[in-house]
C-alpha cells in the first residue's frame, strides 16, 4: 500500500469516527487533522472541503469488500457469495456507520456535479460483482438473457434501493436481515437453470 493511499485511507476512517461521535456538522476540518496527526496541506492534498471527504466514503465501502473476500468461502455458489458480501457491508454499516452519514453521502452523489464515487465501476465493488455475475453466468447459476453489465447494474441498484430505504427510514429495521432478505428476493428474479 502507498503512503498516498494509507494517509488518504486514514483520514477517511478518523473522520468516519468523528462523525460518528460528534455528527457531521458538529465536526471540524481542524478537528480532522488534530485527530490524524496530519498538516492542513496534508488533508486538502485528498480533499477540498469536508463536503467530498463524505462523497468519498464510498472508497471505504470497497476496503471492506476487500476484508470480506479475504474470509469468503472460495467454494460458495454465485448467490451465497452475493448475499455473504451484502451481508457483510450491512453489518458494517449498521455497526460504524451513522444513518445520517450514509443519508448525506447518498444526497451528496445526487446534488453533487462531477465524479459520482458510488456509480465509479473502477471500484472494487463494481470489479468484484461483474466477477461474480461472470462466474454464476458461465456456471448456469445466473440468467443469461441479461448481459454482464445489465445484472451488475440492477444488483448495484437494487443494493443501492435496500440502503436508500434504510436511511429514509431512520435505521429503523435491522438492515443486516432485512435487507438481505429483499436482495435474495431480488436474486430469485436473475437465478439460471443451472
Known sequence: MSEEISVKERIIDVSLKLFYEKGYDNT????????CGISKGGFYHYFQTKGDLLSSLSYMFDSQYEKALKKMDSKMNSFEKLIYLSRYLFCYIEERVPVDILSLVYSTQVIKKGEKHLLN???VYYKTLNTI??????????????????????????ERA???????????YPLSSYGIDMLKFFLKNIKGNG
Request: glycine share 8%; charged share 30%; proline share 0%.
Open 28 to 35: 471540524t476540518v481542524d478537528e480532522i487533522i488534530q485527530a
Open 121 to 123: 465501476q473502477n471500484r
Open 133 to 158: 455475475i461472470k462466474e454464476g453466468q458461465k456456471n448456469g447459476d445466473i440468467i443469461r438473457e441479461k448481459s454482464l453489465g445489465e445484472l451488475t447494474k440492477l444488483y448495484a441498484m437494487q
Open 162 to 172: 435496500v440502503l436508500y430505504d434504510w436511511c429514509i427510514c431512520e435505521g429503523s
